[in-house]
């Protein structure tokens, strides 16, 4: 699960009440181990309060176990590394619409193929953009990007055809 800020489940506001998930208090055990590791806890609370961590049931317990805490490893300046940010959230990456990278392609090779990709282009980029606002999935730009040049194509082809069109009329 990814929070829509930076900050930990238990510094956001409204949270207390939450119910805590196993990476919640995974993330706390986290900030825990880096304030033992950096001398802010003794052996016996750090393990008292690494068990009421695994025993939390919401946020707001989490949120009283680590508020005396940095969020954060604080930099030693002894030359050892800090301890990595191992309690932050992942962040999700996001697959890409597999539609959105054919209408780029089929919008490319519109240039190539004088056009005749235009009409699938057009068709798998409002097909791309429909199922990522549905599933989150990444690629926007790649739809927008065969869309357009499918749209061009396609009034490209639609101008030529009525220029003829025009031009048997009036010959005759």
Not at 2 to 14: C, D, E, G, I, V
Not at 73 to 89: D, E, K, N, Q, S
Not at 132 to 158: F, I, K, Y
Request: glycine residues 12%.
């Amino acid at each position: 699960m990814s929070y829509p800020s930076p900050w930990q489940p238990w510094q956001q506001p409204n949270g207390s009440s939450m119910l805590a998930s196993t990476a919640d208090r995974e993330r706390a055990v986290d900030v825990l181990r880096a304030g033992f590791g950096e001398g802010r806890l003794q052996q016996p609370e750090f393990e008292k309060r690494v068990a009421r961590a695994y025993a939390a049931r919401t946020v707001g317990d989490l949120a009283l176990l680590v508020s005396d805490l940095p969020q954060g490893p604080m930099p030693l300046h002894t030359g050892v590394l800090p301890v990595p940010r191992t309690f932050a959230p992942v962040p999700v990456a996001h697959k890409t619409n597999e539609k959105a990278i054919g209408s780029a392609i089929c919008g490319g090779l519109c240039l190539v193929t004088a056009g005749l990709t235009g009409i699938p282009a057009v068709i798998l980029g409002h097909t791309a953009r429909a199922e990522m606002r549905r599933t989150g999935e990444a690629g926007d730009g790649l739809a927008l990007t065969g869309l357009v040049l499918g749209w061009l194509s396609t009034a490209g082809w639609a101008l030529l055809l009525s220029l003829l069109l025009i031009a048997a009329v009036t010959a005759g």
